[in-house]
C-alpha cells in the first residue's frame, strides 16, 4: 500500500507562487506515475500536471501550461509542482496520486483521474485577487 502527503499549499495574492510537495511511503518500488489533480467547490476533479517516470514526459491541462512545472524526484518518489503566476481561478483542493507499473498513455490519459489508486488526503491551496 501507498501513502501520499501533500505539503506546502496556503494562501497567496494572484500573481504569486507555491511549491506544492508530495512525499510518499509504504511500497513504492513500483509507482511510475504520479500526478496532481485540482477540485475547486462545486467543480469536478481536474487532472493538472502529470509526470510518468518511465518515459520522463510531463503533461499539463492547457489551464496551467507555461505556469506551472512538475517534478519527480524519483529516488525518493517525492512529487513536486511549481506553480507561479497564480489566478484566482487556481484555487481549490489540491490532490497528489500515483500510480504502480503504468503502461504507457495518452496525454489526455495521462490527465483523467481514473488512472491512479493512490491518493492523498488533499491540501487547500486559495489565491485572492
Known amino acids: 500500500q501507498v501513502q501520499l502527503v501533500e505539503s506546502g499549499g496556503g494562501s497567496v495574492q494572484a500573481g504569486g507562487s507555491l511549491r506544492l510537495s508530495c512525499a510518499t511511503s509504504?511500497?513504492?518500488?513500483?509507482?511510475?506515475?504520479m500526478g496532481w489533480f485540482r477540485q475547486a467547490p462545486g467543480k469536478e476533479r481536474e487532472g493538472i500536471a502529470t509526470?510518468?517516470?518511465?518515459?520522463?514526459?510531463?503533461y499539463y491541462a492547457d489551464s496551467v501550461k507555461g505556469r506551472f512545472t512538475v517534478s519527480l524526484d524519483n529516488s525518493q518518489k517525492t512529487l513536486f509542482l511549481q506553480m507561479n503566476s497564480l489566478e484566482p481561478a487556481d484555487s481549490g483542493m489540491y490532490y497528489c496520486a500515483a500510480e504502480e507499473r503504468a503502461p504507457p498513455m495518452t496525454a489526455r490519459q495521462a490527465l483523467s483521474a481514473n488512472l491512479f489508486r493512490n491518493w492523498g488526503q488533499g491540501i487547500q491551496v486559495t489565491v485572492s485577487s
Open positions: 509526470f510518468y517516470a518511465t518515459t520522463g514526459k510531463s
Open positions: 509504504g511500497n513504492t518500488r513500483d509507482i511510475n506515475l
